[in-house]
């Protein structure tokens, strides 16, 4: 073979390598940076569609805007979990959302029953679910944060009460609670109560530290770093749980395990990856993955991310992690900001009031693409901290 | 460690050796190894620039190193090397450009460790990683060989820890923040 032929060849290789690269592996990484205000004025405007659609205590669930219809239908889990995010925007200072996250949580202490040694949020369900207390108790300790009212403090420990005695003694949550039978259903878990229980008590423990919560809440955050994945089967370990990630936060003033340290690490690299991933989508010419992921998914990332940021910052173990968690935090918030709906987008479909602030996969928005978007941007906005700080 | 056996993969000197059969003159080898240590330098030098031109992190481009040393690897596995066959004439100088550095040396492979390597454990690491690789690729293709056989073994066997550094590249990578 000719020496020409050769070099041509490996310039062909050369290059072919490189466009195979660029449009899969290599792509670029997009990551706008609007800064911290224009990132709090997407949470706002998120918490704004909340507000505008809040109808005695209920927020629009789900909306398709090529349809110009709501589906029917209702989620106590979401409810407590946007409410509690709204309860976030008021401790960054927005106070103009105060009574719609307040209509919220009258609409949730308006269904709670007792449960166990506790008070549990139910709907028509003869069994309790562990994630919708769990998330109301969060968002009472979020309320009492931000206002330092204390008048359903009661409350606040009777729902912590119900969720301890879901916990087994291995620190597993129940997911559910038999109202009939008096007892929680054995063997039924969640991949998302667990955290969300593990967070409540947290927060209980940062607000009334002589109590005893951190006891509870150590033990069902050692589950989760050590056994959930495992026990629960949860595939791509560790599971990408931000709830675990706020749990880490609250609990890092006190002193965080080795083991403990280990699983914020192991949860940092998790999101990172996938922020990093969805900042390559955009240049990608097929979805390999999966298609852009939806408002809800990236803000959750985000909550993950920012509270092992905080994490990183109070833990010298984890120093060389602050700056990547913070790039990728930046970055995740850049992209979610980028693809919120605003006003001139909004004015193209029926009912721009149920579009404007929103984020829409496939035409579809979903409340908890609000919550998770605002809670993500609250603390990539630098606005938003544990309870405990 | 891993960024010499990266180099070592990336490289693959017995592979090298089988492309440049039965040997090549030592100078030419000499100068061809040279300038592929100058372009890794270079590379690894670059890297930061290059990585910010591209848009990418250092996470995300070992990622691509290890989709890169992998497949080579996975080649060099299966099919192993052939002699190459050229029209340079035995005993010119432009033996140092094909085949000793084309298609010899200078490898898609190559240059992807070049940069990642610099990007994650600067070009000092780099380059003495990869000047390892070179000497021994330069005396693999110098040395006067009889049966093929054994540097097949090796291609293959160097090819495979390709697979396993581009293994180790990749969770690396996708386990970065």
């Not at chain 1, 931000?146 to 879901?166: K, P």
């Not at chain 1, 006891?215 to 931000?242: K, M």
């Amino acid at each position: 073979m000719k020496a020409g032929t050769r070099v041509l060849g490996a310039a062909v290789l050369f290059a072919g390598s490189f466009v195979a690269l660029r449009v899969s592996f290599l792509a670029p990484e997009t990551c706008p940076a609007p800064g911290a205000p224009a990132l709090e004025d997407a949470a706002v405007a998120a918490g704004t569609w909340v507000q505008r659609g809040e109808r005695d205590g209920r927020y629009v669930y789900e909306y398709d805007r090529g349809d110009d219809r709501m589906t029917e239908g209702y989620n106590i889990v979401r409810h407590a979990g946007v409410t509690m995010s709204l309860y976030q925007l008021v401790r960054a200072g927005h106070g103009e959302v105060l009574e719609t996250a307040d209509a919220g949580l009258a609409e949730m202490l308006d269904h709670v029953v007792e449960a166990g040694d506790g008070l549990a949020y139910v709907d028509n369900d003869t069994r309790a679910s562990l994630g919708s207390s769990a998330l109301l108790a969060a968002a009472l300790a979020q309320r009492r944060a931000a206002t330092g009212d204390g008048s359903f403090d009661a409350e606040l420990r009777a729902v912590g009460r119900f969720l301890r005695g879901q916990m087994t003694p291995s620190g597993q949550m129940l997911s559910r609670y038999d109202l009939v039978e008096g007892a929680p259903v054995p063997d039924e878990t969640s991949k998302y109560y667990t955290g969300e229980a593990a967070w409540a008590l947290a927060l209980l423990h940062n607000l009334f530290p002589t109590e005893g919560w951190d006891r509870p809440a150590r033990q069902v955050l050692d589950y989760l770093a050590t056994q959930r994945d495992e026990v629960e089967d949860l595939d791509y370990r560790p599971w990408a749980d931000q709830w675990a990630a706020y749990t880490l936060a609250e609990l890092a003033p006190h002193g965080l395990a080795e083991h403990r340290v280990a699983y914020a690490r192991a949860l940092a690299e998790r999101f990172g990856m996938l922020v990093r991933t969805e900042s390559q989508k955009g240049s990608w010419p097929v979805a390999f993955i999966d298609a852009r992921a939806r408002g809800g998914g990236i803000g959750v990332w985000l909550e993950g991310l920012g509270s092992l940021s905080t994490v990183a910052k109070r833990d010298p173990r984890l120093v060389d992690l602050r700056e990547p968690l913070v790039d990728r935090l930046e970055c995740g918030a850049g992209i979610l900001a980028e693809r919120q709906e605003d006003e001139a987008d909004a004015a193209e479909w029926p009912d721009p009031e149920l579009v404007e602030g929103a984020w829409f996969r496939e035409n579809v928005t979903r409340m908890d693409d609000q919550q998770h978007a605002l809670s993500g941007l609250l603390l990539a906005a630098g606005r938003l901290g544990p309870v405990g700080s | 460690m891993r960024a010499l056996l990266t180099m070592l993969a990336a490289v693959n000197p017995t592979a090298v050796a089988v492309v440049l059969w039965p040997r090549e003159r030592g100078v030419f080898g000499a100068v061809a190894a040279a300038i592929a240590l100058g372009i890794v330098a270079g590379a690894a030098a670059a890297s930061e620039a290059l990585l910010d031109a591209l848009d990418v992190s250092e996470a995300t481009f070992r990622v691509a190193t290890g989709v890169v040393v992998g497949l080579a690897g996975a080649h060099r596995l299966v099919f192993g090397a052939r002699p190459v066959d050229v029209d340079t004439p035995t005993g010119s100088w432009r033996r140092v450009a094909v085949p000793g550095l084309i298609p010899a040396l200078i490898t898609p492979q190559l240059v992807m460790a070049a940069i990642s390597t610099g990007a994650d454990d600067g070009t000092f690491t780099a380059t003495w990683t990869a000047a390892v690789a070179l000497a021994l690729a330069w005396i693999a293709m110098v040395l006067t060989k009889q049966r093929r056989l054994g540097w097949l073994v090796g291609t293959r066997f160097l090819g495979a820890l390709g697979i396993a550094v581009a293994f180790a590249l990749v969770v690396d990578g996708v386990k970065s923040v």
